[in-house]
């Protein structure tokens, strides 16, 4: 599935940079274009074009790095090593199995999860915590998997016009500390914001479906989204996940909607609750004051 | 080893923190208590908006839910909300952010000890990272390959099926189609 949203814009900022020539120009009634930087401007619209797999790739480590830099993983390769497996086989199911699907659990208490583009995911020790089985963790996986394949992330990216300056440098191919750190400032800005809502509402219906091809029980993301629907917002816990994404009641609204009845006759699958529980188990030890 | 450890310490702290408090719920509007998680199963009752029930267990669309006067049936799940009724949140109404199986929830502004204390994702947090390429990796050595994936599947019993893409409205997506 390839991204509908690039040409638009292409299009769109061609004719703006066609109009700004014509303006300056010298024709009549023109404004002056002294202090605008038509190369600058020129090379944002390149920025624009669509960004090859490997771009994308190298881009989603360096947001990667920037992510893991704020929370490091987990201490615990079993958990690890389990996440990765239930979800490059939900990543499997989609329409961009062969990305390097890499997932990975943080040391975060705060329950939230995100995706890179190119196909990097990281969990957080808290979302995991709160989830009751492995359907629960493949419809979370796969709602963040739907996010890569629609390249959200990256088509959210490529509107920050500086973004259009930062592809020059991936483009030259050499993986250096200097583009990494220079992805830093608009991965963080990106991941404090977020998406569109609309975005968030299409990783829903997809992750549903999603973790429903890998054979799980599909109703495993509703539930994760009914648990956190019972959340205190003012939860320093969600307070990033609910300002970046729509109330989780909402979402559980929409699904209701877009799910329905009909969806009835695609449940089956196993929660695989067992082994879940067994891996996550040292996770879960908590302890209230 | 700090897991051997954790595995000792686990049932004094889950002592210390209160009996593993049943997961709870409440209707949203009047809904059919059916005696079967199917559509067309008898209805044992109808419950009133904001009854509070106990989870028993989930089943796909449905939950098993028992009832104040003890009587088991199911609900659709996407009928109902988890926690206490909105009037009845005060402090402790709330789901649990430590997850099921810890205690009961707690007033937002308490403190939880954990060891090593909390480990926040904060916007101030994300805001202060610097790049750590040592956990990028790090990370990259726990990637699967499609036949731990496969096998992983196979122990579970997951099988891969066709499904397609539902839209808002709830139809099925021709143009995006299912998966082969």
């Given at each position: 599935m390839r991204s509908v949203y690039a040409v638009p814009g292409i299009l769109l900022s061609l004719m703006f940079v066609t109009l700004l020539a014509a303006c300056a120009g010298?024709?009549?009634?023109g404004f002056n274009l002294q202090n605008v930087d038509i190369n600058q401007l020129v090379q944002n619209v390149k920025g624009l074009r669509e960004v090859p797999e490997p771009e994308e790739i190298q881009i989603g480590d360096g947001v990667t790095e920037t992510l893991l830099g704020a929370r490091p993983l987990q201490d615990d390769v079993e958990l690890q090593r389990y996440v990765n497996v239930v979800g490059l086989w939900v990543a499997r199911q989609s329409e961009r199995p062969n990305l390097p699907w890499h997932f990975a659990v943080n040391d975060s208490d705060y329950i939230n999860a995100f995706a890179t583009p190119g196909g990097n995911i990281v969990i957080t020790k808290g979302m995991i915590r709160v989830l009751h089985n492995e359907s629960e963790l493949a419809g979370v996986l796969g709602h963040e998997v739907s996010h890569v394949v629609r390249k959200h992330h990256l088509n959210a990216m490529r509107k920050n016009a500086a973004f259009g300056l930062l592809m020059q440098g991936v483009q030259a191919g050499s993986k250096n500390q200097d583009l990494v750190n220079a992805l830093a400032a608009p991965t963080k800005e990106l991941y404090a914001r977020g998406l569109d809502k609309s975005d968030e509402f299409e990783a829903d219906r997809m992750g549903v479906i999603i973790a429903a091809r890998a054979g799980y029980d599909p109703w495993g993301l509703p539930s994760a989204l009914q648990t956190l629907a019972g959340?205190?917002?003012?939860d320093t816990y969600v307070k990033l996940l609910f300002k970046t994404h729509p109330a989780p009641s909402a979402r559980l609204e929409k699904l209701a909607v877009a799910l329905g009845t009909n969806f009835d006759s695609v449940t089956g699958g196993p929660q695989s609750t067992d082994q879940f529980l067994r891996i996550t188990d040292r996770i879960r030890i908590v302890a209230a004051k | 080893m700090k897991h051997e450890l954790w595995r000792w310490l686990a049932p004094a702290l889950f002592l210390m923190s209160g009996a593993a408090a049943a997961e709870t719920g409440y209707t949203l509007q009047q809904t059919d208590l059916k005696?079967?998680?199917?559509?067309?199963a008898d209805t044992r009752t109808k419950l009133p908006e904001k009854t509070e029930l106990e989870i028993v267990l989930r089943q796909g669309p449905w939950m098993q839910v028992k009832t104040k006067n003890k009587q088991l049936g199911y609900v659709r799940m996407l009928q109902l909300r988890l926690g206490s009724t909105p009037t009845a949140k005060d402090s402790n109404g709330w789901v649990s952010v430590l997850g099921p199986g810890t205690s009961s929830p707690r007033p937002s502004s308490t403190t939880v000890t954990m060891t090593g204390g909390v480990r926040g994702f904060s916007e101030e947090e994300l805001q202060a990272s610097k790049p750590n390429k040592a956990e990028y990796d790090k990370m990259k050595t726990f990637a699967a390959t499609p036949d731990q994936a496969n096998s992983h599947a196979a122990e579970v019993k997951l099988t891969a099926r066709a499904v397609p893409y539902y839209g808002e409205d709830g139809k099925p997506l021709k143009d995006q189609g299912a998966k082969k």
């Open positions: 010298g024709g009549k009634g959340v205190n917002p003012d | 005696a079967k998680p199917f559509l067309d």
